[in-house]
């Protein structure tokens, strides 16, 4: 289970996540979906540990992402397309981090032919196309066996087949019992993807429900999506009007 | 993958696991691990040793070879070919130096230091296992590359002049020690790197504090040079470490390398110290 109680980062004077709170639960695929520029990708940094917050706190299993023992046994993530370096092969990639995890080596081969990137392991991944990185992305996610999942907007850059494959994937690893959080800005995949949405915009909590109830309140998912976030657009401007009139 | 059904049981899988060795969690030698794997693969790693073993040797011959055959009562004095055919030096602290501040710089223009922060969060641990697994490796590979520049220089000298010796205390000091100083230069590297992070600006202070300080320093009186000149890390690398007859202006031997470990300290401390702060 993932959780963030008040998490909050400023970037200058404006706050890019601001006083989020929000439970993810295992064995359910929970989708994180905000316009561009919402504080989705901020957010996950802050639980990965890899930035701090200003405010609040996120917690893993009910530790924060630095006390973890085996961090990659227990948390995969996708960040980035590209999180590894481009002239060293997948393969190589991937044993280092198997050693960094206490990973035995012989589940390198595994998560690369569960990706389907056993024939280029050898290769140097900087001539990937973007779908083969995010392949690679999810092959560095898989190694550890983890029961949390952390992943950042994965089918972008991959084809219909591979979108699939990863909409099938996630549903199949939230089946088996573990925590999978996966952001995007498409409505369309989260409505197919997840069970449960938590939907920020601007770094607030807009809802935190299931995409059935989300979709029943406006006829569908891409409608209630828009009334949220218009909801929230007039909010502020409202908000700064108030500032000027005062 | 293996059909796991719920947290508790991955749970007693994974305390078994770990239970094996007696202990709990990532240590140093996990990350020393990944570090050295990275290390081996990282892109012209080997070819900037190689290269610098080239250079080393490449000038540590010329200079034998250009070895006048008859030494005058006063070139006598000053004569250390010893110290001299060490000139390679001054391209080996560049090159890794460079690959040093690669090793960390890189992480951050690939993308790569999320995953190896994901996989070790302790920042401090993470700095001191890359810089002991880069330092070994460079300490041993300048080892290597000193006493064969030393042999080739000795063996390119005019039969006429005296040769020196690793018989000779200084002079197996000054190899052991041009062997060391391409280490510590490369943990310099590694040091600004971690503290600048982008290639260019780390790489341009490398050059920086190896060249162009020692060269504006030229251009200044030497009662105001002189005693600045004696701390930069060429000079003492020239005229202390490899130097067999100590030149003016210079460190003695030991201080000058307690000094380059100074630098080493205070860079990796610094960007240890940036690295915990700074959001990756």
Known sequence: MISARGLTKRYGGTAAVDSLSFDVQPGTVTGFLGPNGSGKSTTMRMIMGLDAPDGGQARIAGRSYRELRWPLREVGALLDARSFHPGRPARTHLAALAAAGGIPAARVGQVLAQTGLADVAGKRPGKFSLGMAQRLGIATALLGDPSVLLLDEPVNGLDPEGIRWIRTLLQSLAAEGRTVFVSSHLISEMALMADHLIVIGRGRLLADTTVAELSARSGSLEEAFFTLTDGEAQFRAREAEDVKLS | ?280
Not at chain 2, 1 to 13: C, F, L, N
Request: proline letters at 5%.
């Open chain 2, 1 to 280: 993958m293996t059909a796991i059904t719920t947290d508790s049981r991955r749970g007693a899988h994974r305390s078994g696991r770990d239970g094996r060795d007696g202990r709990d969690g990532y240590r140093f030698g996990q990350v020393a691990r990944m570090e050295w794997i990275k290390l081996r693969s990282q892109r012209g790693a080997g070819w900037t040793l190689a290269g610098t073993a080239a250079a080393m040797i490449a000038l540590g011959v010329l200079i034998g070879i250009h070895q006048s055959a008859h030494l005058s009562a006063a070139a006598r004095a000053d004569y250390d070919p010893t110290g001299n055919g060490f000139a390679g030096l001054a391209f080996g602290e560049l090159a890794i130096g460079v690959l040093g501040v690669l090793l960390m710089t890189s992480e951050y223009s690939s993308g790569l230091i999320k995953a190896t922060l994901a996989a070790i969060p302790n920042r401090p641990l993470l700095l001191a296992a890359k810089a002991a697994v880069f330092g070994a490796v460079t300490l041993a590979a300048g080892e290597l590359m000193a006493f064969a520049t030393f042999i080739a220089m000795r063996t390119s000298l005019p039969a006429t002049v005296p040769h020196p010796g690793l018989g000779q205390p200084a002079v197996l000091r000054a190899v052991i020690m041009a062997g060391a100083y391409l280490a510590l230069a490369g943990l310099i590297g590694l040091g600004v790197g971690t503290v600048i992070r982008h290639t260019a600006g780390a790489v341009g202070a490398m050059v920086g504090l190896l060249y162009v300080v020692p060269l504006a320093l030229l251009a200044l009186p030497a009662s105001v040079a002189d005693p600045v000149e004696k701390f930069l890390p060429m000079i003492i690398a020239e005229n202390s470490l490899t130097a067999v007859r100590r030149v003016s202006p210079s460190l003695p031997v030991w201080a000058g390398l307690g000094m380059l470990c100074l630098y080493v300290a205070v860079l990796l401390g610094a960007g240890g110290w940036l690295l915990v702060r700074r959001d990756a």
